[in-house]
């Protein structure tokens, strides 16, 4: 049965919490039915698939003070990427909206086609045809910069995959000069795009850079290569620590943030359910209830498992021991805050952790008391469990290792350190390693300095720690982690021997 649709007036206080139908009239008589919410920015716009005139559209909402300002943007960048041949989906109609509430752009929707994230993630570990893509729009980005076109929002969500064809989204970007751009302009352009994949696809960047050159006619050197890794470094870094730091501790695309004297609550759009809210209401009486499943209770940490309706979700309560405790956290960033703002870092990151479903913060004015994390219960036993089951047999116990040490090569890429790898931290579902346990986790500006490899040497220690007294899983271990790393000295300093040779996987 299909869904009913109501008709609403739009103004900047836009229903950016709508998901079902609902229909605009706009200035023009006609009407715009949106089907789906693509996204979302609180208070200036909404991006919908949508039908007009009986024909599939995608429709950009833009209300708020500055609304006119940005239609006009992108209404002029769509005009520079087909006046300079770069393929863009066609702009059908504009129209205001009423009482001049904002205005609306109606754009070709392109049927059959995804974008490059939504089509990247379909590849899943198909490293050939992920390299293709990447080579795909790198050649795309070369011909916007030989155009004079400089895209300043690079997501992969920007454009668009139609079979062969590659369609560049978001006009509200495009910025146009009269010269091709020049190489310092252009590497840290092409750098924010190849920062969007994920770090260990690092090692084609090379190749890529050849691939980019070829279109330019530029001869590149070893000065080029290290600016653009260098780039694609601090770019990759500085996105996510917006995002997972700061940007999810306001309401945005994928947050709701509500703010009073006594509390802060985040909580992530797509999970809110009538379940979730009577938990966020009344935690306390969840965690201490006869039903919920007790974890740890500590003196500054209580955890426990409830059900609500078919969802299993672990709270965990940070407690304030004492007056000179309380004074002591009253004014930082809490440790909930942390765990909240960890996952939705990892998660950025393609790194399995359990899934952030809110956070609560008892205050007083900008005091913090006692604070909440909620996340998603991982079922599954930890990598102990799975090492000692005498029913996993000795092949997958070698899967598991090389995938652990995957996992740690990659925060090791990432300049991450989790703080405290005991063996309860990591689940594994599905055969793959989950890091839970975030609040002690940090991500470091210079992954390759000095400090960070004596921290995340500490971290090898502690992983090799869970296994001290037992040898032939620990030496599994440390062959699974020569294998992934290499020769790095990292090894070394975390007291593992590195054998020159490379090791038989058998």
């Known amino acids: 049965m299909q869904a009913a649709t109501q008709t609403v007036t739009l103004t900047p206080a836009i229903r950016f919490d709508e998901e079902g139908p609902f229909s605009l009239l706009l200035d023009d008589g006609t009407q715009l039915v949106c089907e789906h919410v693509v996204r979302r920015v609180p208070g200036a716009r909404l991006v919908c698939r949508a039908r007009w005139q009986e024909r599939a559209v995608y429709a950009k909402i833009f209300v708020g003070p500055h609304a006119a300002r940005h239609a006009k943007r992108d209404r002029r960048g769509v005009r520079w990427l087909q006046e300079r041949g770069i393929v863009t989906p066609a702009l059908l109609h504009e129209a205001q909206l009423p009482e001049g509430a904002g205005w ?34 790198v050649v795309v980005v070369a011909r916007h910069h030989e155009a004079g076109l400089h895209q300043s929002d690079l997501y ?18 495009i910025r146009a000069g009269r010269s091709p751009l020049g190489p310092r302009r252009a590497l840290r352009n092409l750098a924010q795009l190849l920062s969007k994949f994920d770090v260990e696809d690092e090692v084609h960047l090379p190749h890529l850079l050849q691939v980019y050159a070829k279109v330019r006619g530029w001869k590149t050197d070893a000065r080029m290569l290290r600016r653009l890794v260098r780039a694609v470094w601090q770019h990759r870094h500085e996105v996510a620590q917006e995002y997972a730091m700061s940007k999810v501790l306001r309401s ?24 979730l809210h009577e938990l966020l209401e009344r935690p306390d009486d969840w965690l201490e209830s006869p039903a919920s499943r007790r974890l740890k209770t500590g003196n500054t940490c209580t955890v426990g498992v409830v059900t609500t309706g078919a969802r299993r979700v672990v709270i965990k309560r940070y407690n304030v021991k004492n007056f000179w405790h309380g004074l002591k956290i009253a004014l930082r960033r809490s ?11 990892l998660r950025m990151y393609g790194i399995a952790t359990a899934r952030p479903l809110a956070l609560v913060e008892r205050r007083f004015g900008p005091v913090r008391r006692q604070t909440y994390f909620f996340a998603e219960w991982v079922d599954g036993p930890d990598v102990a469990e799975c090492f000692a089951d005498p029913s996993v047999s000795e092949e997958l116990r070698r899967d598991l290792a090389l995938r652990l040490a995957q996992l ?31 609040d002690a986790l940090r991500q470091y500006r210079h992954a390759r300095g000095a400090w960070y490899r004596r921290r995340h040497a500490r971290d090898l220690r502690r992983f090799l720690q869970n296994w001290q007294g037992e040898p032939r899983i620990r030496a599994m271990l440390e062959s699974a982690l020569r294998r992934v790393y290499g020769p790095d000295t990292v090894l070394k300093q975390a007291g593992i021997e590195i054998i020159e040779e490379r090791e038989s996987t058998t």
Not at 161 to 172: S, V
């Open 104 to 137: 609306v752009l109606l754009f070709e929707a392109i049927e059959g086609a995804r974008n490059a994230e939504e089509h990247l993630a379909s590849l899943g570990g198909d490293a050939q045809a992920r390299l293709r893509l990447m080579e795909a729009l």
């Open 252 to 275: 945005c695309t994928d947050v709701r943030v509500e703010r009073r004297w006594n509390r802060f609550l985040a909580v992530a759009r797509p999970e809110e359910d009538p379940g």
């Open 408 to 438: 740690l090569h990659k925060l090791y890429l990432l300049g991450i350190e989790h703080g405290d790898l005991k063996a309860d931290n990591l689940k594994i579902v599905d055969r793959q390693p989950w890091l839970l346990d975030l």
């Open 156 to 173: 992969l969500k920007n454009f668009l995959i139609e079979g062969d064809r590659i369609h560049t989204l978001d006009g509200d970007g």
């Open 335 to 345: 440790r909930a805050a942390r765990s909240w703002c960890n996952a939705h870092l």
